[in-house]
T-cell receptor, first 114, second 114 residues
């Protein structure tokens, strides 16, 4: 059973602070890692993806991957109230025939307080 | 780029009727599309993988005769919920794969069966 674990939260941070979201996964064969943002009642929106160990930065977002520890995180700098949403961690593994499927965590609810 | 549309955005139907949901990739060709279902306060659950020109691959526990998937072209996949019942009421979301690992989601279809 391939599992992706996230703290459900809610995680509450003040405006302007750094929000840190964490995710662990069970399958060492996992190949790529994604963070999606989902507002209530809406579908997920891709924020970032990371394939290699280390950090990847995109604007206010930084994804960090540590394959040895099977851990991926998302840092949001200068958090804004508009960042308030559920953040979904997703992991891809090869299910055969190049059908790389995403396995989602249950998501972490982030609230940024003005 | 990487825009995926779904139609309809919401639908209400009576128990026992069938409902068709369309998923289109608007600015890219998608050989693979995925169908997910999300119940309130839960994460996305993959229902099936749809490959253009071939039969869909269903996840364990998903009834293939109830959830009919057709991927007739590189930009269109359809999900038909046959003989819908109230327990089928959910948020149905499709995604289309643009690159090997990257999936982009449609806006979702909220189905309510009365």
């Amino acid at each position: 059973q391939k599992e992706v674990e996230q703290n459900s939260g809610p995680l509450s941070v003040p405006e302007g602070a750094i929000a840190s979201l964490n995710c662990t996964y069970s399958d060492r064969g996992s190949q790529s890692f994604f963070w999606y943002r989902q507002y209530s009642g809406k579908s997920p929106e891709l924020i970032m993806f990371i394939y290699s160990n280390g950090d990847k930065e995109d604007g206010r977002f930084t994804a960090q991957l540590n394959k040895a520890s099977q851990y991926v995180s998302l840092l949001i700098r200068d958090s804004q109230p508009s960042d308030s949403a559920t953040y979904l961690c997703a992991v891809t593994f090869d299910s055969g025939g190049s059908n790389y499927k995403l396995t989602f965590g249950k998501g972490t609810l982030l609230t940024v307080n003005p | 780029g990487a825009v995926v549309s779904q139609h309809p955005s919401w639908v209400i139907c009576k128990s026992g009727t069938s409902v068709k949901i369309e998923c289109r990739s608007l600015d890219f060709q998608a050989t693979t599309m995925f169908w997910y279902r999300q119940f309130p306060k839960q994460s996305l659950m993959l229902m099936a993988t749809s490959n253009e020109g071939s039969k869909a691959t269903y996840e364990q526990g998903v009834e293939k005769d109830k959830f009919l998937i057709n991927h007739a072209s590189l930009t269109l996949s359809t999900l038909t919920v046959t003989s819908a019942h109230p327990e089928d009421s959910s948020f149905y979301i499709c995604s289309a794969r643009q690159a090997l690992y990257e999936q982009y989601f449609g806006p979702g279809t909220r189905l309510t069966v009365t």
